[in-house]
């Protein structure tokens, strides 16, 4: 597709089940990102992948958190025994440059909203 | 610890006048500034940029300013238009980061 895929759009589970969200990039963006937004917050940087290492986990807020990316494309979010706090919209961003290269910038999906009850 | 401000939540603007979003940011390490506009339901879609070797970037009807010693930029829409009226987003970079640091967003409502 031409932009950023992310799917569901829409996800509402109970507390205690995993989540799995998942990321289609721009084809040919190296770079990929995950953000998310709760309530009333900025964009909190989760996760980058560069191709599909991940060199900076550093904004992963737990150890229930964890992503891999395969074939330098597809990115899935996993987010196990989900609690109420984890409910925001995750946002995922592919770039076709490294970070901070001249001119880079972030296309973004439409998100995920997740609603966990 | 929040490195990107956005102090207004929200500001509304007539039709034709112009609007500033303010952003402060803490860290002397940015080096990269970016606007994003995110309407409801969608992602944030990119603005304008500028590197801190500008003090001003300017594209159509937007304008970003930059003031390294008070760690401020500003966006400037001039004229507003109703279709302006969206959230938008201040974010920096440092070049030796793997991230950009978003601020919490401004509601700008532009009044026909």
């Known amino acids: 597709g031409a932009g950023v895929s992310q799917s569901p759009s829409n996800k509402v589970t109970e507390k205690g089940k995993d989540v799995e969200l998942r990321c289609d990039p721009i084809?040919?963006?190296?770079?990929l990102y995950w953000y998310r937004q709760s309530l009333g917050q900025g964009l909190e940087f989760l996760i980058y992948?560069?191709?599909?290492?991940?060199?900076?986990k550093s904004g992963l807020p737990s150890d229930r958190f964890s992503a891999e990316r395969t074939g330098g494309s597809v990115s899935t979010l996993t987010i196990q025994r989900t609690q109420q706090e984890d409910s925001a919209v995750y946002l995922c961003a592919s770039s076709p440059l490294p970070p901070n290269r001249p001119g880079e910038k972030l296309f973004f999906g439409s998100g995920t909203q997740l609603s966990v009850l | 610890d929040q490195q990107v401000k956005q102090n207004s939540p929200s500001l509304s603007v007539q039709e034709g006048r112009i609007s500033i979003l303010n952003c402060d940011y803490t860290?002397?390490?940015?080096?990269?500034f970016l606007w994003y506009k995110k309407y409801p339901a969608e992602g944030p879609t990119f603005l304008i940029s500028?590197?801190?070797?500008?003090d001003k970037n300017e594209d159509g009807r937007f304008t970003v300013f930059l003031n390294k010693s008070a760690k401020h930029l500003s966006l400037h829409i001039v004229p507003s238009q109703p279709g302006d009226s969206a959230v938008y987003f201040c974010?920096?970079?440092?070049?030796?980061?793997?991230?950009?640091?978003f601020g919490t967003g401004t509601s700008l409502t532009v009044i026909p």
């Open positions: 860290n002397s390490m940015f080096d990269y």
């Open positions: 084809s040919g963006h190296t770079a």
């Open positions: 992948f560069q191709g599909n290492s991940a060199p900076d």
């Open positions: 500028i590197s801190s070797i500008k």
């Open positions: 974010a920096a970079s440092a070049s030796t980061g793997n991230q950009f640091y």
